[in-house]
């Protein structure tokens, strides 16, 4: 741990002497900081076979068991006979982006504090820890929350929370916790300015580092809250889809009944 933080004055073990009751600021930065993505990258295997066990066990778009009242390809056929338009006028479209946008501008704005935190402390000849393993766990959830999970997490969006969410909403939060109580350590161990750990004189003072944390835990959090934003938004709209499916198949269904139902005739007798 000692080569990976430099010129602390804190020490290097676990426990701070000068913050009492919290861990110092190489243990953070070596330790603390990196392990939700640890803990997050760890988790994918297992997340990959719980997604693979879901989706065998769930029947895939348009593919009904045989004991369904609907006639087979009446879905294909709904939709090529009945096209529906997907108007959406630009409030409704704005209020869906905007979950997006707002979590993949914290993902920019995470890996953005993070490097200039990196960059000023190698500048400051203090060491960078492990820290540039958190570029790792938000790039990878970045991806996951863009191709769906590599796809796993389309087969139980309607009923179920996609433990792929589950991990990466656990990264988020885990991360806001860990920078907040760091940033914490950092003000009650050294001093914000003008004490003699402060580091005002160095090219990375304490206080420009608590700007930059502070930052850092309010973008976790919008991430962690965009995270759950968009799963339960994606959850409604799959749900409100799978029931308009079922709609148009039943009024599938109900026109071939009547096309196959044979007209009605009526027969006049004239009574002499």
Not at 53 to 66: A, E, L, T, V
Not at 192 to 218: K, M, W
């Amino acid at each position: 741990m000692a080569q990976l933080c430099t010129n602390r004055p804190e020490g290097f073990g676990p426990m701070s002497r000068l913050s009492p009751h919290l861990p110092t600021q190489c243990f953070f930065d070596a330790v603390l900081a990196p392990m939700p993505t640890w803990i997050f990258l760890f988790s994918l295997p297992t997340m990959v076979v719980v997604s693979w066990r879901r989706r065998r066990g769930r029947p895939s778009n348009h593919d009904y068991p045989r004991s369904s009242p609907y006639p087979s390809g009446s879905a294909g056929n709904a939709q090529r006979r009945y096209p529906t338009t997907n108007r959406q006028s630009a409030g409704t479209l704005l209020k869906r982006l905007l979950p997006s946008l707002g979590y993949y501008g914290a993902v920019a704005v995470i890996l953005l504090m993070q490097s200039v935190e990196i960059v000023q402390l190698k500048r400051a000849s203090l060491g960078v820890g492990l820290l540039p393993f958190v570029y790792v766990g938000a790039v990878v959830a970045a991806l996951l929350r863009v191709t769906e999970g590599l796809g796993g997490g389309r087969a139980f969006f309607s009923k179920t929370l996609s433990p792929f969410w589950v991990a990466s909403i656990f990264l988020w939060t885990g991360s806001a916790a860990v920078t907040a109580t760091k940033t914490i350590g950092l003000v009650t161990g050294l001093g914000l300015s003008g004490t003699l750990n402060s580091r005002d004189e160095t090219p990375y003072p304490v206080v420009h580092q608590f700007v930059d944390l502070v930052i850092l835990t309010a973008f976790y959090a919008l991430a962690a809250a965009g995270e759950a934003g968009m799963t339960v938004l994606r959850a409604k709209k799959r749900k409100m889809a799978a029931r308009n499916d079922t709609i148009e198949e039943d009024a599938v269904q109900l026109r071939e009944s009547f096309a196959n139902t044979p007209p009605f005739t009526t027969t006049i007798t004239n009574n002499k």
